[in-house]
């Protein structure tokens, strides 16, 4: 049976963190066996900000390296750059000409954008919502795994499809739909108690995927406890229950467990129990930060990895294409 299709753009600035992976990538990982998968760096998307060219390269390069040291594997996926496949803006001038000034100018991610920064209200950030459309719709994709806030890009990822169906009277696009995780999407909370770590501005209550060990030991050492249950059967605090939920993903079940314990019945002495998550965050992460840089300092293997992703994301995409300029009437010999 053929499989289904998935498309998921991976913002290429920022450093990667523990909210990023156990609420996103450790899915990626899961889903290039059942799925047929196409990731990308978004570099185009992030041009609506202008960054310095050399900053822009290695942000590309660090964060290919980063997702491959979390799992996923390119031999079984496609995973390129979006610049390196130009059906991608070909479709997206296509959409253009069917999504509407009003109907963008309404997005709340775009409103948003405009508050920020109203000095730099470019055309590209409007179309942003075309340009991620057109990065899914190119595949004909019918999964999309992303988090809340991308909903409303991908219902009006649905809405392009569907109009440029009935406007040319074809069924080249099928409909993408969030891909939720249920349980395995994971949320992360700010080691302060303060929101969620991938929204974190505290770089400090953040564990990020490059951290050293020592960083990670002095990170979650800070982290925010208090002086304990006073009663058994006490309900945990916010700011505990997060280092519980971080213990049960990194450190083996009996401790997760003999910890537990102690907090029920008030014998817990929250120095130890950050010294084991530390321990066991950093045996999680080492290897990761290793194997990511270890990549980094060979570009030669990441643009190997880049151009055969590129080759396997244009196959697909210039079936596409050639469907769509057909149904347009773009098509003379
Ligand atoms: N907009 C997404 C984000 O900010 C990134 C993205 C770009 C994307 N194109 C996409 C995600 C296509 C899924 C599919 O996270």
Redesign the pocket.
């Known amino acids: 049976m053929q499989k289904e299709i998935v498309?998921?753009?991976i913002?290429s600035t920022g450093f990667l963190h523990l909210g990023n992976y156990f609420g996103a990538m450790r899915n990626y990982v899961r889903m290039q066996e059942d799925y047929e998968c196409y990731f990308f760096v978004?570099d185009y998307?992030s041009l609506t900000t202008h960054p310095d060219p050399k900053d822009l390269r290695n942000n590309v390069y660090r964060v290919l390296a980063e997702n491959i040291a979390c799992g996923l594997d390119h031999t079984k996926v496609a995973l390129y750059a979006q610049s390196d496949v130009p059906e991608i803006p070909e479709l997206y001038l296509m959409m253009n000409m069917l999504a509407y000034k009003g109907e963008l100018e309404k997005v709340p991610t775009f409103k948003e954008k405009v508050r920020q920064h109203p000095d730099n209200v470019n055309a590209g950030l409007l179309t942003y919502p075309v340009l991620?459309a057109a990065?899914?719709l190119v595949h004909r994709a019918v999964k999309?795994p992303?988090g809340k806030d991308?909903e409303q890009?991908l219902e009006m990822a649905r809405n392009f499809a569907q109009r440029f169906n009935h406007r040319y009277q074809v069924e080249l696009f099928p409909e993408p739909h969030a891909f939720n995780f249920g349980a395995g999407g994971a949320k992360i909370m700010s080691l302060d108690g303060n929101g969620k770590m991938s929204k974190s501005e505290n770089a400090n209550a953040t564990i990020y995927l490059n951290d050293d060990d020592d960083t990670i030991r002095k990170k979650i050492m800070k982290a925010k406890t208090d002086s304990g249950p006073e009663a058994p059967g006490s309900e945990m605090p916010d700011y505990i229950a997060n280092l519980f939920q971080l213990m049960q993903l990194v450190s083996r079940e009996d401790v997760y467990n003999d910890f537990l314990g102690h907090f029920n019945n008030c014998t817990i002495r929250y120095g130890d129990f950050k010294k084991q998550l530390a321990e066991d965050m950093v045996q999680f992460i080492n290897p990761i930060r290793t194997k990511a840089l270890e990549l980094t300092n060979d570009p030669a293997r990441l643009q190997k990895i880049l151009r055969e992703g590129a080759q396997k994301a244009r196959e697909s995409a210039s079936r596409t294409l050639t469907e769509a300029r057909k149904a347009i009437g773009l098509h003379y010999y």
Request: hydrophobic share 45%; no cysteine.
């Open positions: 498309v998921s753009g913002r978004a998307h991620m990065d899914i999309v992303v991308q890009h």
